[in-house]
């Protein structure tokens, strides 16, 4: 069982940035793939980006690429989203994820709660 813990969203207007953490705990959490999903009001849980446990290969979906940034301290088991150049179409509840090593992300073992991201234009 691996437990997700979700911190850093809040609001800020379009242009700003944001930076979300992601706290793991449990057992081989440190060699999990982990990322982001969100979701909107009145829209289906999109997937946002991912990164294997050794910080060697990322992933990111079209509309965050150039603009947020994956990364993770596998020594805490921590995870981060830097959010630049933020859109209001980012506003959206944003889940931390996790699958084993070697499964495939697109459909997440594990959830965190969600922290909300508002911005404003």
């Known amino acids: 069982q691996v437990q997700l813990v979700e911190s850093g969203g809040g609001s800020v207007q379009a242009g700003g940035s944001l930076r979300l953490s992601c706290a793991a705990s449990g057992r081989s959490s440190s060699t999990y793939t982990m990322g982001w999903f969100r979701q909107a009001p009145g829209k289906e849980r999109e997937f946002v980006a991912y990164?294997?446990?050794?910080?060697?290969?990322?992933g990111y979906a079209d509309s965050v690429k150039g603009r947020f940034t994956i990364s993770r301290d596998s020594a805490k088991s921590t995870v981060y989203l830097q959010m630049n150049s933020l859109k209001p179409e980012d506003t959206a509840v944003y889940y931390c994820?996790?699958?084993?090593?070697?499964?495939?992300?697109?459909?997440?073992?594990?959830w965190g709660q969600g922290t909300q991201v508002t911005v404003s234009s």
């Open positions: 990164i294997i446990w050794s910080g060697r290969s990322t």
């Open positions: 994820a996790a699958v084993p090593l070697g499964s495939s992300f697109s459909r997440p073992d594990y």
